[in-house]
């Protein structure tokens, strides 16, 4: 369990090339973006089903493709654990001979064994005799895991291992797989296009987007400092928004927008100091901007960044409100009808009577702008 | 009544089956699975024999199996003939039914995804192994299908074996050339029952087959 998982290759299709080069301790690496981005194209690298034009694969230290001296190790060499999407069990098998699959080669005793021990620790004790067509799709996934797991994978390769089931089970298999995966130890690489999949199952984050890496990143980093634009748009952050630079330090940020100035937190260790005049783009999550409450009097000196809008929209989520606020100041509003997007929970909505009363006074704290380096 | 084309018909078509999966499962495996040169000529080809009226097939065997053919020269020199005997008659109907077999077999193994057969390679399985663990498994019902087809096309083969084998009462008449001249001859009771024979030969081989393709693997 030591050594890292490097990955540098080019693989030119018709209409898509790939070409990405990301390395990362071994551990829970989550290959995230858009469907079409060569996310399940790098797994198939990585597996040695596809072989990329150029490059050079690693994993601990063993070289499983290296163009330059020519190697490219066979799939059946690499010792890799992959769960396809959709698991492809082979339906004519037993859970347990699905299992035992990738034992062939020891003594009989050995597969039995080591089959027995799989099945129990993933909890799928008494379905050794049924086939993969009457499991539940949570079943499904644990005999996929359990098959690559049977083998002691070099490295486990999972490609959007919960799109195959329907959502109230997602959520529940998401932290199930999480255990299972922190359970054993090893070094595996999830292939998701759900910003939530990723940062709940991966400890560092490998943003593609169109055949390259435009962030990698520890997942809090990216979570909190997404690189670019393009990233953050990749992760659906709403109230991705652009004004023009101020004044910048190391520390702060002061930024136009709309006719309102604006203050936000700088990241000293980014040391982004963009030139005063230029174009920058920011977002604002939508759960952090407060409305300031007309009973409460003056704003303390915590509410920072004042301004005041109008609800133009707002839709219903259940437990939370969606509103759409224009702000008063005149000119265009920044996203089409409306110029930001604010999240209140239900109660809140209920207490302040937002229904009734259309008209706020809100603030962002400044540690809520999140400036996106250009 | 004489029933040796009855048994004749068994025992080439037997031998041509089994060839036939031999030569043609292999094949239908290159097709549906590999890219290389030459594919879609042997696409071509393989469905020439479906194709082409099978007297001018008989014809081009005879040619190249009778006396003077490269073919028959080449058995001869070893001290095999194989023009005019049963043996003839099995090419006859390997010939007139391995284009159904590679066909079916072929949209058989088109239809296993792909993607079992990575995860089995993934997990050490050799291309041998590959094929027998995971695709003539999940193929076996096409496999099956094209079995049966192929026997009953090589039991009902008339044309290429007449010029190819011949029709030698005793030798090389199978059980259709049997019919043939049977009703060439006014023999119509005898005709009628080498029939019937052959009609149920074919209807318990579809029955049977219908039954055991509702197995499931």
């Known amino acids: 369990m030591s050594g890292t998982v490097s990955v540098a290759i080019e693989k030119r299709l018709p209409g898509f090339t790939l070409d990405v080069r990301w390395e990362a301790e071994q551990s829970v690496i989550g290959l995230f973006g858009p469907s079409g981005a060569g996310k399940t194209l790098t797994l198939q690298c990585l597996a040695g089903l596809i072989r990329p034009d150029a490059g050079r694969i690693v994993v601990g230290d063993r070289v499983f493709f290296d163009a330059a001296t020519g190697v490219d190790l066979p799939p059946q060499r690499r010792r890799i654990g992959y769960v396809f999407q959709g698991y492809a069990l082979f339906p004519h098998l037993t859970v347990v001979r699905n299992i035992a699959f990738g034992l062939r080669g020891r003594p009989r005793a050995d597969r039995a064994r080591r089959a027995a021990e799989v099945i129990e620790r993933l909890g799928l004790g008494g379905l050794e005799r049924r086939y993969p067509a009457e499991l539940s799709g949570g079943q499904r996934q644990r005999v996929a895991l359990g098959r690559a797991l049977a083998i002691d994978p070099a490295l486990l390769l999972l490609d959007e291992p919960l799109s195959a089931l329907d959502a109230p089970l997602r959520r529940a298999l998401r932290d199930e797989l999480r255990e299972i995966l922190r359970a054993w130890g090893t070094a595996a690489v999830v292939v998701t296009h759900d910003f939530t999949e990723a940062y709940r199952l991966a400890d560092r984050i490998v943003v593609y987007e169109n055949g390259r890496v435009v962030q990698a990143a520890p997942r809090a980093e990216l979570l909190w400092q997404p690189a670019s634009e393009i990233v953050a748009t990749i992760m659906g952050l709403r109230n991705v928004l652009h004004g023009t630079v101020i004044k910048a330090t190391p520390d702060r940020i002061q930024l136009s927008w709309r006719g309102q100035t604006l203050e936000a937190v700088n990241s000293p260790t980014r040391s982004y100091l963009p030139p005063p005049e230029s174009p920058i783009a920011f977002f604002i999550r939508p759960e952090y901007v407060r409305l300031v409450r007309k009973d409460r009097g003056a704003p303390d000196p915590h509410h920072m960044n004042l301004m005041r809008g109008r609800i133009v929209g707002e839709a219903d989520f259940g437990t939370v409100w969606i509103l759409r606020l224009r702000l008063d100041a005149a000119g265009e509003p920044a996203q089409g009808g409306f110029d930001l997007e604010v999240e209140v929970p239900h109660l809140v909505y209920e207490i302040l009577d937002i229904e009734r009363d259309r008209h706020w006074e809100f603030s962002i704290h400044r540690g809520s702008i999140h400036v996106l380096p250009a | ?217």
């Open chain 2, 1 to 217: 009544m004489d029933l040796f084309p009855l048994w004749l018909s068994l025992r080439v078509s037997l031998s041509a089956t089994a060839l036939t999966l031999l030569v043609g499962v292999p094949i239908a495996w290159l097709l549906a699975r590999r890219r290389f040169p030459g594919r879609n000529v042997l696409e071509a080809v393989v469905v020439l024999p479906l194709v082409l009226p099978p007297t001018v097939l008989g014809y081009y065997l005879l040619v190249l199996v009778g006396r003077r053919g490269p073919l028959g020269q080449a058995l001869a020199s070893i001290g095999l003939e194989l023009a005019f005997t049963w043996g003839a008659a099995v090419l006859a109907a390997v010939v007139g039914s391995i284009a159904l077999v590679i066909k079916s077999v072929q949209a058989g193994f088109e239809t296993v995804d792909v993607q079992l057969e990575q995860a089995a390679r993934t997990l050490g399985r050799s291309e041998w192994s590959v094929f027998w663990s995971v695709a003539l498994p999940l193929a076996w019902r096409s496999v099956l299908a094209g079995t049966v087809l192929a026997f009953c096309r090589a039991l009902g083969e008339f044309g290429i074996t007449l010029m190819v084998a011949g029709n030698i009462p005793g030798r090389t008449q199978t059980l259709p050339l049997a019919i043939y001249d049977r009703v060439q001859a006014n023999l119509m009771d005898e005709a009628n029952a080498l029939a019937l024979v052959a009609v149920g030969i074919v209807v318990v081989l579809l029955f049977g087959l219908s039954r055991l393709a509702r197995l499931r693997y």
